[in-house]
């Protein structure tokens, strides 16, 4: 959605999660969506892919080697491999893939970056590393992104990251308190003023466990000083009947919606999500923040305009 703001017209789109895929089918129906694996993926079977503008890659996030302890852990490194890999197929004039902040600089994901120089750099490919923080694109959500962009050196040249766009970000109160106050809460107001803070990071957590949350226990603490039970979603925001007791039991502290979760990860109303309450929520967690895709969408097309073969 980010990068079709910036102008990008996706020519194919590859998703191996049923209810992703039918979510990208409701809201673009034009879109061409194929239902398999990366790893399944070849070019070849597929022309239309070949010397695009722009290859995207938003991946599970990988693992230092140190905490590999499940076979999805190893099997998200093996996803970012496959997108570069590629890459080197399909030869995009760019590449972008978003994952864990720590991939830029952290000496565990060592091996990993110099992976995607070997393989990348030989082709012409120049890339750039760097993190960028949703809060610095307007929403109330402290969720810091790794990335890189690999760019033909004929256009990598007039590449910039993204600047921050100005101002403080909201807070959760800020960005949720009208829709707290839709059904009649009259608490609505004081929940906001408590609520005067920056969101976690949204996760979506894995497909094997688990149902809708708002993450692991250090994560639910902190909705618990906001006045939100991090231990679910709700299906509706309080109504005007709903008596609230802020430093109370916070298994009857209020939850946060489906919708309000879409919110706070920069997603439109009109934005449909296929699936069941637990299936709509790991969408949303598993999802890049489509003002930061916009922003750094808009970047990349930008370092595209002075070139003579466009």
Not at 172 to 189: F, I, K, N, Q, T
Not at 237 to 257: I, N, S
Request: hydrophobic share 40%; net charge neutral.
């Amino acid at each position: 959605m980010g990068l079709e703001a910036a102008g990008f017209d996706p020519v194919a789109l590859v998703e191996s999660d049923p209810h992703a895929c039918a979510t990208l089918r409701a809201n673009r129906p034009g879109w061409r969506v194929l239902e398999m694996d990366v790893w399944e993926f070849t070019a070849r079977d597929h022309p239309y892919v070949y010397d695009v503008d722009l290859l995207a890659a938003g991946l599970p996030r990988v693992k230092s080697p140190a905490a590999v302890r499940r076979a999805e852990d190893g099997y998200a490194r093996e996803l970012l491999e496959a997108a570069v890999w590629l890459t080197t197929e399909v030869r995009p004039r760019s590449l972008l893939i978003e994952n864990v902040p720590g991939l830029v600089r952290d000496s565990a994901f060592t091996e990993l970056r110099e992976f995607a120089h070997r393989e990348l750099e030989h082709l012409g490919y120049v890339l750039s590393w760097n993190t960028l923080n949703a809060s610095d694109f307007g929403l109330a959500q402290n969720r810091r992104m790794g990335l890189l962009v690999a760019m033909r050196a004929d256009a990598a040249g007039r590449f910039r990251w993204p600047e921050p766009v100005p101002g403080p970000p909201p807070t959760v109160g800020e960005a949720l308190g009208p829709s707290m106050a839709a059904r009649g809460w009259c608490d609505a107001e004081a929940w906001a003023a408590r609520a005067n803070r920056l969101a976690p990071a949204i996760v979506g957590g894995s497909k094997k466990r688990g149902g809708a949350d708002l993450g692991p226990s250090g994560t639910k603490q902190a909705w618990a000083r906001m006045g939100i039970n991090g231990g679910g979603v709700g299906d509706e925001v309080p109504d005007a009947g709903y008596c609230w007791e802020p430093d109370g039991d916070v298994k009857k502290l209020p939850k946060l919606t489906v919708e309000q979760i879409a919110v706070l990860q920069g997603f439109p109303p009109e934005w449909m999500l296929a699936g069941r309450k637990t299936e709509r929520c790991r969408q949303l967690g598993h999802a890049s923040p489509p003002p930061v895709a916009r922003a750094l969408g808009d970047r990349i097309a930008a370092s595209f305009v002075s070139d003579p073969g466009r």
